[in-house]
């Protein structure tokens, strides 16, 4: 390789992946016994920005199975999924429906 640049070794990348796993599987355990974000984040050496996306499954959530929901905008409840069901359409001609 040009200019002293190596590949590094495919074991140790595989190393340093499986130790990253284990420490978002020990971040969400700690934060289960009642652990605050900023004590996390110091424990591990990370921001409380890492942490909290670890918590909310934006990141590793394959390996901790925190399924991610994506970002809730403040002020702004999600909407029902069914907000008519099919009998109701019927009794709604002609009236104005919900939004």
Request: glycine content about 12%; hydrophobic content about 35%; overall charge positive.
């Amino acid at each position: 390789m040009a200019r002293g640049r190596s590949l590094p070794l495919l074991g140790d990348l595989i190393s340093r992946l499986r130790a990253e796993i284990l420490l978002a599987r020990e971040i969400v355990n700690l934060a289960g016994e009642g652990l605050e974000r900023h004590e996390l984040a110091e424990r591990f050496g990370v921001s409380q920005v890492t942490i909290k996306a670890v918590l909310q499954g934006r990141t590793w959530s394959e390996a901790t199975g925190i399924e991610y929901r994506g970002p809730l905008k403040p002020g702004r409840p999600r909407k029902p999924e069914n907000q008519l069901h099919p009998e109701e359409i019927g009794d709604t001609i002609g009236k104005r429906l919900p939004c």
